[in-house]
DNA sequence: TGTGTTTCTCAGGAAAATCACAGCTTTCAG
DNA sequence: CTGAAAGCTGTGATTTTCCTGAGAAACACA
Protein backbone atom coordinates (compact mmCIF):
# COMPACT_ATOMS: atom_id res chain seq x y z
CA UNK A 1 0.00 0.00 0.00
CA UNK A 2 1.95 3.37 -1.23
CA UNK A 3 1.34 6.49 0.53
CA UNK A 4 1.59 10.44 -0.75
CA UNK A 5 1.65 13.52 1.10
CA UNK A 6 -0.31 16.46 0.97
CA UNK A 7 0.45 19.95 2.33
CA UNK A 8 -2.27 22.10 4.27
CA UNK A 9 -2.26 25.72 4.14
CA UNK A 10 -0.89 25.60 7.61
CA UNK A 11 2.00 23.88 6.25
CA UNK A 12 1.46 20.67 7.97
CA UNK A 13 2.70 18.02 6.24
CA UNK A 14 -0.17 14.87 6.21
CA UNK A 15 -0.13 11.48 5.01
CA UNK A 16 -2.78 9.90 2.93
CA UNK A 17 -2.90 6.76 1.10
CA UNK A 18 -2.73 7.21 -2.76
CA UNK A 19 -7.07 6.98 -3.08
CA UNK A 20 -6.68 10.00 -0.75
CA UNK A 21 -7.81 8.31 2.58
CA UNK A 22 -6.29 9.07 5.73
CA UNK A 23 -3.42 6.53 6.57
CA UNK A 24 -4.94 3.47 9.39
CA UNK A 25 -2.67 2.31 11.94
CA UNK A 26 -3.60 -0.13 14.43
CA UNK A 27 -1.90 0.26 18.09
CA UNK A 28 -1.54 -3.05 20.03
CA UNK A 29 -0.37 -2.72 23.93
CA UNK A 30 -2.05 -4.21 27.10
CA UNK A 31 -1.40 -1.18 28.95
CA UNK A 32 -4.64 1.16 28.42
CA UNK A 33 -3.11 4.19 29.03
CA UNK A 34 -0.15 3.46 26.48
CA UNK A 35 -3.13 2.41 23.55
CA UNK A 36 -4.89 6.07 24.67
CA UNK A 37 -2.16 8.09 24.66
CA UNK A 38 -0.72 6.26 21.13
CA UNK A 39 -4.29 6.62 19.63
CA UNK A 40 -4.82 10.06 20.87
CA UNK A 41 -1.64 11.44 19.59
CA UNK A 42 -2.17 9.07 15.89
CA UNK A 43 -5.39 10.31 15.54
CA UNK A 44 -4.64 13.78 15.84
CA UNK A 45 -2.12 13.63 12.66
CA UNK A 46 -4.58 12.71 10.97
CA UNK A 47 -4.74 9.00 10.71
CA UNK A 48 -7.25 6.54 11.61
CA UNK A 49 -7.23 4.35 14.42
CA UNK A 50 -8.13 1.01 15.83
CA UNK A 51 -6.49 -0.50 18.82
CA UNK A 52 -6.08 -3.88 20.52
CA UNK A 53 -5.07 -4.95 24.18
CA UNK A 54 -4.34 -8.20 23.63
CA UNK A 55 -2.49 -10.71 20.73
CA UNK A 56 -5.75 -12.30 19.91
CA UNK A 57 -7.54 -9.19 19.36
CA UNK A 58 -4.98 -7.89 17.15
CA UNK A 59 -4.70 -10.25 14.62
CA UNK A 60 -8.51 -10.59 14.50
CA UNK A 61 -8.12 -6.77 13.94
CA UNK A 62 -5.93 -6.23 11.49
CA UNK A 63 -7.93 -8.79 9.44
CA UNK A 64 -10.68 -6.50 8.84
CA UNK A 65 -9.45 -2.95 9.69
CA UNK A 66 -6.46 -3.88 7.22
CA UNK A 67 -3.95 -0.74 8.59
CA UNK A 68 -1.05 0.59 6.74
CA UNK A 69 0.96 0.17 9.85
CA UNK A 70 0.98 -1.89 13.61
CA UNK A 71 2.51 -0.54 16.88
CA UNK A 72 3.04 -3.69 18.65
CA UNK A 73 4.20 -3.93 22.32
CA UNK A 74 6.61 -7.03 22.18
CA UNK A 75 5.53 -7.66 25.66
CA UNK A 76 1.09 -8.68 25.44
CA UNK A 77 -0.55 -11.18 27.96
CA UNK A 78 -1.63 -13.77 25.82
CA UNK A 79 0.86 -14.03 22.83
CA UNK A 80 4.90 -13.88 22.69
CA UNK A 81 5.35 -10.65 20.00
CA UNK A 82 6.71 -13.20 17.51
CA UNK A 83 3.70 -15.32 17.59
CA UNK A 84 1.58 -11.97 17.01
CA UNK A 85 3.95 -10.90 14.46
CA UNK A 86 3.96 -14.09 12.59
CA UNK A 87 0.01 -14.29 12.55
CA UNK A 88 -0.17 -10.81 11.53
CA UNK A 89 1.82 -11.13 8.57
CA UNK A 90 0.07 -14.42 7.46
CA UNK A 91 -2.71 -11.62 6.30
CA UNK A 92 -1.02 -8.72 5.56
CA UNK A 93 2.47 -9.97 4.32
CA UNK A 94 3.70 -6.47 4.11
CA UNK A 95 2.59 -4.38 6.39
CA UNK A 96 5.41 -2.24 8.63
CA UNK A 97 5.53 -2.94 12.24
CA UNK A 98 6.92 -0.66 14.88
CA UNK A 99 7.70 -2.61 17.62
CA UNK A 100 7.52 -1.38 21.57
CA UNK A 101 9.46 -2.69 23.89
CA UNK A 102 11.17 -2.35 27.54
CA UNK A 103 14.51 -0.23 27.78
CA UNK A 104 15.95 -3.34 29.14
CA UNK A 105 14.79 -6.17 26.65
CA UNK A 106 17.01 -8.00 25.08
CA UNK A 107 17.83 -6.71 21.86
CA UNK A 108 18.84 -9.10 19.75
CA UNK A 109 15.57 -10.49 19.05
CA UNK A 110 14.49 -7.10 17.97
CA UNK A 111 17.78 -6.81 15.23
CA UNK A 112 16.73 -9.59 13.44
CA UNK A 113 12.88 -8.10 13.29
CA UNK A 114 13.91 -4.92 12.24
CA UNK A 115 16.31 -6.38 9.24
CA UNK A 116 12.98 -6.29 7.08
CA UNK A 117 12.16 -2.99 7.07
CA UNK A 118 10.55 -2.97 10.76
CA UNK A 119 11.65 -0.60 13.19
CA UNK A 120 11.26 0.16 17.29
CA UNK A 121 11.25 2.47 20.31
CA UNK A 122 11.89 1.69 23.68
CA UNK A 123 9.84 2.29 26.57
CA UNK A 124 9.30 4.84 27.95
CA UNK A 125 9.27 6.93 24.64
CA UNK A 126 8.52 9.92 23.49
CA UNK A 127 5.26 10.66 20.85
CA UNK A 128 7.28 12.83 18.49
CA UNK A 129 9.78 9.62 18.06
CA UNK A 130 6.87 7.43 17.59
CA UNK A 131 5.29 9.10 15.02
CA UNK A 132 8.42 9.96 13.25
CA UNK A 133 9.27 6.33 13.12
CA UNK A 134 5.82 6.20 11.92
CA UNK A 135 5.94 7.99 9.24
CA UNK A 136 9.55 7.00 8.06
CA UNK A 137 7.76 3.05 7.80
CA UNK A 138 4.53 4.08 6.04
CA UNK A 139 6.48 6.37 3.69
CA UNK A 140 8.67 3.41 2.88
CA UNK A 141 6.61 0.66 2.62
CA UNK A 142 4.70 2.89 0.07
CA UNK A 143 6.10 4.69 -3.49
CA UNK A 144 10.00 4.87 -3.16
CA UNK A 145 9.97 8.32 -4.74
CA UNK A 146 9.43 10.26 -1.71
CA UNK A 147 12.82 11.11 -0.37
CA UNK A 148 12.29 14.77 -0.17
CA UNK A 149 9.24 13.91 2.32
CA UNK A 150 11.61 13.56 4.96
CA UNK A 151 13.39 16.60 4.68
CA UNK A 152 11.93 19.52 6.74
CA UNK A 153 12.93 23.06 5.59
CA UNK A 154 12.31 26.32 6.81
CA UNK A 155 14.04 29.45 5.95
CA UNK A 156 17.51 28.66 5.26
CA UNK A 157 17.60 25.69 8.13
CA UNK A 158 16.90 22.33 7.17
CA UNK A 159 16.28 19.16 9.00
CA UNK A 160 16.58 15.90 7.64
CA UNK A 161 14.33 13.29 9.27
CA UNK A 162 16.24 9.93 7.45
CA UNK A 163 20.07 11.06 8.13
CA UNK A 164 19.58 13.29 11.15
CA UNK A 165 21.35 16.01 9.23
CA UNK A 166 20.56 19.53 10.52
CA UNK A 167 22.14 22.46 8.25
CA UNK A 168 21.87 26.13 8.65
CA UNK A 169 23.15 28.29 5.55
CA UNK A 170 24.91 25.45 4.26
CA UNK A 171 26.79 24.76 7.28
CA UNK A 172 26.18 21.59 9.17
CA UNK A 173 25.36 21.30 12.50
CA UNK A 174 25.42 18.63 15.29
CA UNK A 175 22.68 17.79 17.71
CA UNK A 176 22.03 15.84 20.79
CA UNK A 177 19.63 13.14 20.48
CA UNK A 178 16.90 15.71 22.64
CA UNK A 179 17.88 18.99 20.63
CA UNK A 180 17.11 16.92 17.26
CA UNK A 181 13.32 15.87 18.51
CA UNK A 182 12.64 19.50 19.73
CA UNK A 183 13.74 21.17 16.51
CA UNK A 184 11.88 18.67 14.45
CA UNK A 185 8.75 19.32 16.46
CA UNK A 186 9.34 22.98 15.80
CA UNK A 187 10.02 22.71 12.30
CA UNK A 188 7.09 20.58 11.52
CA UNK A 189 5.48 23.41 12.82
CA UNK A 190 6.28 26.43 11.96
CA UNK A 191 4.76 29.82 12.70
CA UNK A 192 3.11 28.16 15.36
CA UNK A 193 2.97 29.09 19.00
CA UNK A 194 3.95 26.29 20.77
CA UNK A 195 3.32 26.31 24.81
CA UNK A 196 6.20 24.59 26.63
CA UNK A 197 3.55 21.97 27.85
CA UNK A 198 3.02 20.95 24.46
CA UNK A 199 6.71 20.99 24.01
CA UNK A 200 6.72 18.54 27.00
CA UNK A 201 4.18 16.50 26.09
CA UNK A 202 5.46 15.55 22.35
CA UNK A 203 9.21 15.53 22.86
CA UNK A 204 9.79 14.46 26.69
CA UNK A 205 8.59 10.64 27.64
CA UNK A 206 5.29 9.78 28.60
CA UNK A 207 6.69 9.56 32.20
CA UNK A 208 8.92 12.12 32.50
CA UNK A 209 8.32 13.98 35.42
CA UNK A 210 11.32 16.37 35.65
CA UNK A 211 10.96 20.50 35.91
CA UNK A 212 9.37 21.69 33.07
CA UNK A 213 12.14 24.54 32.68
CA UNK A 214 14.09 21.55 30.77
CA UNK A 215 12.20 22.84 27.60
CA UNK A 216 13.76 26.45 28.24
CA UNK A 217 16.80 25.19 28.90
CA UNK A 218 16.94 23.04 25.27
CA UNK A 219 15.60 26.09 23.80
CA UNK A 220 18.34 27.77 25.08
CA UNK A 221 21.03 24.92 23.62
CA UNK A 222 19.56 25.41 20.20
CA UNK A 223 19.55 28.50 20.21
CA UNK A 224 22.92 28.44 20.79
CA UNK A 225 23.60 26.08 17.84
CA UNK A 226 20.93 27.59 15.18
CA UNK A 227 20.87 31.24 15.75
CA UNK A 228 24.28 31.84 17.09
CA UNK A 229 25.59 34.94 15.77
CA UNK A 230 22.92 34.95 12.87
CA UNK A 231 19.04 36.37 12.54
CA UNK A 232 17.14 34.54 15.03
CA UNK A 233 14.72 32.06 13.97
CA UNK A 234 13.65 30.53 17.10
CA UNK A 235 11.35 33.20 19.11
CA UNK A 236 9.96 33.27 22.38
CA UNK A 237 6.04 34.48 22.82
CA UNK A 238 6.64 35.17 26.69
CA UNK A 239 3.53 33.96 28.44
CA UNK A 240 2.68 31.57 25.51
CA UNK A 241 5.59 29.40 24.36
CA UNK A 242 8.05 29.49 21.61
CA UNK A 243 7.81 29.47 17.97
CA UNK A 244 10.32 29.02 14.69
CA UNK A 245 9.59 30.98 11.12
CA UNK A 246 12.34 31.65 8.65
CA UNK A 247 14.59 34.37 9.81
CA UNK A 248 13.65 36.50 6.64
CA UNK A 249 10.18 37.51 7.98
CA UNK B 1 -16.85 15.84 13.15
CA UNK B 2 -15.47 19.11 10.95
CA UNK B 3 -16.23 22.59 11.17
CA UNK B 4 -17.03 25.66 9.02
CA UNK B 5 -17.23 29.46 9.38
CA UNK B 6 -19.72 32.16 8.60
CA UNK B 7 -19.57 35.64 8.73
CA UNK B 8 -22.54 37.09 10.27
CA UNK B 9 -23.17 41.05 8.75
CA UNK B 10 -21.87 42.28 11.73
CA UNK B 11 -18.89 41.29 10.63
CA UNK B 12 -18.82 38.59 14.11
CA UNK B 13 -17.48 35.41 12.73
CA UNK B 14 -18.96 32.13 13.72
CA UNK B 15 -18.11 28.78 13.83
CA UNK B 16 -21.05 26.20 12.57
CA UNK B 17 -20.80 22.49 12.03
CA UNK B 18 -20.98 21.46 8.05
CA UNK B 19 -24.95 21.39 8.24
CA UNK B 20 -25.30 24.85 9.35
CA UNK B 21 -25.97 23.68 13.12
CA UNK B 22 -24.95 25.46 15.73
CA UNK B 23 -21.58 23.94 17.61
CA UNK B 24 -22.16 22.11 20.55
CA UNK B 25 -20.32 22.26 23.58
CA UNK B 26 -20.29 19.96 27.07
CA UNK B 27 -19.50 21.79 29.94
CA UNK B 28 -18.02 19.98 32.85
CA UNK B 29 -17.38 21.32 36.61
CA UNK B 30 -19.09 20.99 40.22
CA UNK B 31 -18.88 24.76 41.10
CA UNK B 32 -22.15 26.08 39.67
CA UNK B 33 -20.70 29.45 39.59
CA UNK B 34 -18.60 28.35 36.89
CA UNK B 35 -20.23 26.14 34.80
CA UNK B 36 -22.79 29.14 34.45
CA UNK B 37 -19.66 31.48 33.75
CA UNK B 38 -18.79 29.44 31.36
CA UNK B 39 -22.63 27.96 29.97
CA UNK B 40 -23.21 32.52 29.36
CA UNK B 41 -20.04 33.39 27.47
CA UNK B 42 -20.06 30.07 25.64
CA UNK B 43 -24.04 30.94 24.65
CA UNK B 44 -22.78 34.03 23.27
CA UNK B 45 -20.76 32.63 21.25
CA UNK B 46 -23.79 31.45 19.69
CA UNK B 47 -22.72 28.02 20.57
CA UNK B 48 -24.84 25.17 21.77
CA UNK B 49 -24.26 24.47 25.90
CA UNK B 50 -25.11 21.62 27.96
CA UNK B 51 -23.35 21.29 31.13
CA UNK B 52 -23.07 18.89 33.95
CA UNK B 53 -21.71 18.74 37.52
CA UNK B 54 -19.68 15.41 38.10
CA UNK B 55 -18.16 12.65 35.91
CA UNK B 56 -21.14 10.33 35.56
CA UNK B 57 -23.37 13.16 34.82
CA UNK B 58 -20.66 14.14 31.95
CA UNK B 59 -20.52 10.77 30.48
CA UNK B 60 -24.81 10.39 30.71
CA UNK B 61 -25.05 13.77 28.95
CA UNK B 62 -22.29 13.34 26.39
CA UNK B 63 -23.95 10.13 25.44
CA UNK B 64 -26.68 11.61 24.35
CA UNK B 65 -25.61 15.17 23.55
CA UNK B 66 -22.80 14.28 21.65
CA UNK B 67 -20.99 17.69 21.54
CA UNK B 68 -18.29 19.20 19.37
CA UNK B 69 -16.14 19.89 22.28
CA UNK B 70 -16.08 19.22 26.09
CA UNK B 71 -14.71 21.72 28.72
CA UNK B 72 -13.73 19.67 31.08
CA UNK B 73 -12.54 20.46 35.03
CA UNK B 74 -10.14 18.01 36.20
CA UNK B 75 -11.18 18.25 39.61
CA UNK B 76 -14.58 16.40 40.32
CA UNK B 77 -16.00 15.42 43.22
CA UNK B 78 -17.03 11.42 42.02
CA UNK B 79 -13.80 10.10 39.44
CA UNK B 80 -10.83 11.11 38.48
CA UNK B 81 -10.74 13.70 35.14
CA UNK B 82 -8.39 11.28 33.65
CA UNK B 83 -11.42 8.15 34.29
CA UNK B 84 -14.25 10.99 32.93
CA UNK B 85 -11.97 11.50 29.79
CA UNK B 86 -11.03 7.51 29.27
CA UNK B 87 -15.35 7.23 29.17
CA UNK B 88 -15.57 10.05 26.83
CA UNK B 89 -13.65 8.70 24.77
CA UNK B 90 -15.21 5.30 24.55
CA UNK B 91 -18.40 7.08 23.36
CA UNK B 92 -16.87 9.93 21.05
CA UNK B 93 -13.18 8.44 20.60
CA UNK B 94 -12.23 12.22 18.48
CA UNK B 95 -13.76 14.88 20.62
CA UNK B 96 -11.56 17.30 21.58
CA UNK B 97 -11.39 18.21 25.45
CA UNK B 98 -10.22 21.90 27.09
CA UNK B 99 -9.14 20.55 30.74
CA UNK B 100 -9.70 23.07 33.32
CA UNK B 101 -6.98 23.03 36.45
CA UNK B 102 -5.91 24.54 39.41
CA UNK B 103 -2.96 26.60 38.83
CA UNK B 104 -0.99 25.31 41.51
CA UNK B 105 -1.73 21.83 40.04
CA UNK B 106 -0.33 22.14 36.92
CA UNK B 107 2.52 19.75 37.22
CA UNK B 108 0.63 17.59 39.09
CA UNK B 109 -0.49 15.37 36.01
CA UNK B 110 -1.29 17.63 32.97
CA UNK B 111 1.21 15.64 31.04
CA UNK B 112 0.19 13.99 28.09
CA UNK B 113 -2.77 15.62 27.68
CA UNK B 114 -2.07 18.52 25.20
CA UNK B 115 0.29 15.69 23.28
CA UNK B 116 -3.68 14.66 21.24
CA UNK B 117 -4.40 17.84 20.37
CA UNK B 118 -6.32 18.32 23.30
CA UNK B 119 -5.40 21.33 25.47
CA UNK B 120 -5.80 23.34 29.29
CA UNK B 121 -6.53 26.35 30.90
CA UNK B 122 -6.01 27.38 34.46
CA UNK B 123 -7.97 28.47 37.20
CA UNK B 124 -8.63 31.52 37.12
CA UNK B 125 -9.14 31.85 33.70
CA UNK B 126 -10.68 34.67 31.46
CA UNK B 127 -13.08 33.93 29.46
CA UNK B 128 -11.56 35.16 26.32
CA UNK B 129 -8.95 32.57 26.60
CA UNK B 130 -11.36 29.47 27.02
CA UNK B 131 -13.56 30.91 24.03
CA UNK B 132 -10.30 31.01 22.35
CA UNK B 133 -9.15 27.98 23.21
CA UNK B 134 -12.13 26.43 22.34
CA UNK B 135 -12.38 28.10 19.07
CA UNK B 136 -8.33 26.18 17.89
CA UNK B 137 -9.59 22.97 19.44
CA UNK B 138 -12.71 22.84 17.66
CA UNK B 139 -10.82 24.60 14.09
CA UNK B 140 -8.28 21.95 14.45
CA UNK B 141 -10.55 19.00 14.66
CA UNK B 142 -12.29 19.64 11.73
CA UNK B 143 -11.05 20.14 8.39
CA UNK B 144 -7.95 21.00 7.72
CA UNK B 145 -7.84 23.43 5.44
CA UNK B 146 -9.04 26.69 7.34
CA UNK B 147 -5.88 28.86 7.90
CA UNK B 148 -7.35 31.60 7.24
CA UNK B 149 -9.87 31.05 10.26
CA UNK B 150 -7.08 31.89 12.65
CA UNK B 151 -6.16 35.30 10.99
CA UNK B 152 -8.55 38.08 12.69
CA UNK B 153 -8.35 41.18 10.40
CA UNK B 154 -9.96 44.55 10.42
CA UNK B 155 -9.00 47.43 7.85
CA UNK B 156 -5.05 46.99 7.44
CA UNK B 157 -4.84 45.48 11.18
CA UNK B 158 -4.04 41.63 11.08
CA UNK B 159 -3.99 39.36 14.67
CA UNK B 160 -3.25 35.44 14.10
CA UNK B 161 -4.05 33.61 16.58
CA UNK B 162 -1.85 30.72 15.59
CA UNK B 163 1.78 32.56 15.53
CA UNK B 164 0.19 35.37 17.84
CA UNK B 165 1.38 37.65 15.37
CA UNK B 166 -0.15 41.44 15.15
CA UNK B 167 0.74 43.82 11.86
CA UNK B 168 -0.93 46.91 10.78
CA UNK B 169 -0.16 47.95 7.23
CA UNK B 170 2.26 45.07 6.96
CA UNK B 171 4.09 46.43 9.85
CA UNK B 172 4.96 43.66 12.78
CA UNK B 173 3.76 44.92 15.99
CA UNK B 174 4.91 43.25 19.62
CA UNK B 175 2.11 42.86 21.71
CA UNK B 176 2.34 41.54 25.46
CA UNK B 177 -0.09 38.55 26.40
CA UNK B 178 -2.55 40.81 27.87
CA UNK B 179 -2.78 43.50 24.97
CA UNK B 180 -3.08 40.63 22.65
CA UNK B 181 -5.89 39.66 24.24
CA UNK B 182 -7.61 42.73 24.57
CA UNK B 183 -7.23 43.38 20.83
CA UNK B 184 -8.32 40.06 19.93
CA UNK B 185 -11.62 40.68 21.71
CA UNK B 186 -12.15 44.43 20.34
CA UNK B 187 -11.43 42.61 16.66
CA UNK B 188 -13.57 39.85 17.32
CA UNK B 189 -16.27 42.35 17.67
CA UNK B 190 -15.28 45.28 15.06
CA UNK B 191 -17.34 49.05 14.83
CA UNK B 192 -19.08 47.40 17.97
CA UNK B 193 -18.70 49.81 21.12
CA UNK B 194 -17.46 47.41 24.56
CA UNK B 195 -18.18 48.51 27.84
CA UNK B 196 -14.86 48.59 30.20
CA UNK B 197 -17.05 45.75 32.42
CA UNK B 198 -17.80 43.73 29.08
CA UNK B 199 -13.96 44.47 28.47
CA UNK B 200 -12.65 43.24 31.91
CA UNK B 201 -15.06 40.26 32.37
CA UNK B 202 -13.83 39.04 29.45
CA UNK B 203 -10.26 39.72 29.18
CA UNK B 204 -9.49 39.80 32.66
CA UNK B 205 -9.30 36.56 34.79
CA UNK B 206 -13.24 35.96 36.94
CA UNK B 207 -11.03 36.99 40.11
CA UNK B 208 -9.42 39.70 38.93
CA UNK B 209 -9.80 42.30 42.11
CA UNK B 210 -8.05 45.29 40.80
CA UNK B 211 -9.06 48.77 39.88
CA UNK B 212 -11.19 48.96 36.79
CA UNK B 213 -8.80 51.24 35.02
CA UNK B 214 -6.93 48.43 33.87
CA UNK B 215 -8.92 48.50 30.68
CA UNK B 216 -8.20 52.33 29.84
CA UNK B 217 -4.55 51.75 30.57
CA UNK B 218 -4.12 48.61 28.18
CA UNK B 219 -6.16 50.59 25.51
CA UNK B 220 -3.81 53.21 26.50
CA UNK B 221 -0.54 50.66 25.72
CA UNK B 222 -2.52 48.99 22.62
CA UNK B 223 -2.70 52.96 21.15
CA UNK B 224 0.53 53.49 21.27
CA UNK B 225 1.16 50.30 19.19
CA UNK B 226 -1.29 49.77 16.78
CA UNK B 227 -2.82 53.51 16.26
CA UNK B 228 0.59 55.53 16.99
CA UNK B 229 0.65 58.09 13.71
CA UNK B 230 -1.37 56.50 12.13
CA UNK B 231 -5.11 57.07 11.28
CA UNK B 232 -6.55 56.08 14.63
CA UNK B 233 -8.87 52.57 14.62
CA UNK B 234 -9.52 52.22 18.24
CA UNK B 235 -12.18 54.75 19.33
CA UNK B 236 -13.36 55.84 22.80
CA UNK B 237 -17.49 56.59 22.98
CA UNK B 238 -17.62 58.39 26.18
CA UNK B 239 -19.51 57.15 28.63
CA UNK B 240 -20.17 53.57 27.01
CA UNK B 241 -17.05 52.15 26.12
CA UNK B 242 -14.36 51.42 23.16
CA UNK B 243 -14.97 50.15 19.86
CA UNK B 244 -12.58 49.32 16.90
CA UNK B 245 -13.38 49.97 12.93
CA UNK B 246 -10.86 50.29 9.79
CA UNK B 247 -9.33 53.49 9.20
CA UNK B 248 -10.88 54.09 6.15
CA UNK B 249 -14.43 55.00 7.40
C1' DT C 1 36.52 0.39 33.91
C1' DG C 2 37.36 4.87 32.29
C1' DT C 3 36.26 8.81 29.38
C1' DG C 4 33.62 11.82 27.01
C1' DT C 5 28.90 13.08 26.13
C1' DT C 6 24.28 14.00 27.23
C1' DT C 7 20.53 14.95 30.18
C1' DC C 8 18.72 17.32 33.76
C1' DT C 9 18.39 20.02 38.46
C1' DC C 10 19.09 24.03 40.77
C1' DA C 11 19.48 28.68 41.57
C1' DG C 12 20.73 33.49 40.62
C1' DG C 13 19.88 37.20 37.84
C1' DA C 14 17.91 39.71 33.91
C1' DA C 15 14.12 41.14 31.50
C1' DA C 16 9.46 41.86 30.76
C1' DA C 17 4.79 42.37 32.05
C1' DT C 18 1.24 43.79 35.10
C1' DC C 19 -0.89 46.95 37.76
C1' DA C 20 -1.68 50.80 41.42
C1' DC C 21 -1.53 55.42 41.94
C1' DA C 22 -1.90 60.08 40.96
C1' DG C 23 -1.92 64.05 38.33
C1' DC C 24 -3.37 65.74 34.03
C1' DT C 25 -6.60 66.52 30.01
C1' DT C 26 -10.95 66.32 27.76
C1' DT C 27 -15.81 66.49 27.58
C1' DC C 28 -20.14 68.06 28.72
C1' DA C 29 -24.12 69.66 31.51
C1' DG C 30 -25.95 73.61 33.46
C1' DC D 1 -17.89 79.83 31.82
C1' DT D 2 -17.29 76.49 35.36
C1' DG D 3 -17.16 72.30 37.82
C1' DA D 4 -17.56 67.49 37.86
C1' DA D 5 -17.14 63.26 35.69
C1' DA D 6 -14.69 60.48 32.54
C1' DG D 7 -10.77 59.27 30.36
C1' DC D 8 -5.62 59.35 29.55
C1' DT D 9 -0.90 58.39 30.68
C1' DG D 10 3.83 58.84 33.31
C1' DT D 11 6.17 56.73 37.15
C1' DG D 12 7.62 53.07 39.53
C1' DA D 13 6.76 48.89 42.68
C1' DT D 14 5.72 44.19 42.41
C1' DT D 15 5.34 39.96 40.29
C1' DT D 16 6.00 36.78 36.69
C1' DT D 17 8.57 34.69 33.23
C1' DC D 18 12.56 33.51 31.07
C1' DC D 19 17.57 32.67 30.45
C1' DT D 20 21.74 30.47 31.49
C1' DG D 21 26.00 28.96 34.24
C1' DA D 22 27.58 25.32 37.14
C1' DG D 23 27.67 20.94 38.33
C1' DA D 24 25.59 16.23 39.44
C1' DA D 25 23.89 12.08 37.56
C1' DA D 26 23.00 9.00 33.88
C1' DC D 27 24.52 7.07 29.81
C1' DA D 28 27.30 5.40 25.71
C1' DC D 29 31.10 3.42 24.13
C1' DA D 30 35.58 1.87 23.81
Given at each position: ????????????????????????????????????????????????????????????????????????????????????????????????????????????????????????????????????????????????????????????????????EVSR????IHLT?????????????????????????????????????????????????????????????????????????
Open positions: MSAMTTTSPQGRTELLRPDGSPVRVLVVDDELSITELLSMALRYEGWQIRSAGDGTGAVQTAREFRPDAVVLDMMLPDMDGLTVLGRLRRDLPDVPVLFLTAKDAVEDRIAGLTAGGDDYVTKPFSLEEVVARLRGLIRRSGAADRRSDSVLVVGDLTLDEDSHAGENATEFELLRFLMRNPRRVLSKAQILDRVWSYDFGGQANVVELYISYLRRKIDAGREPMIHTRRGAGYLIKPAAS
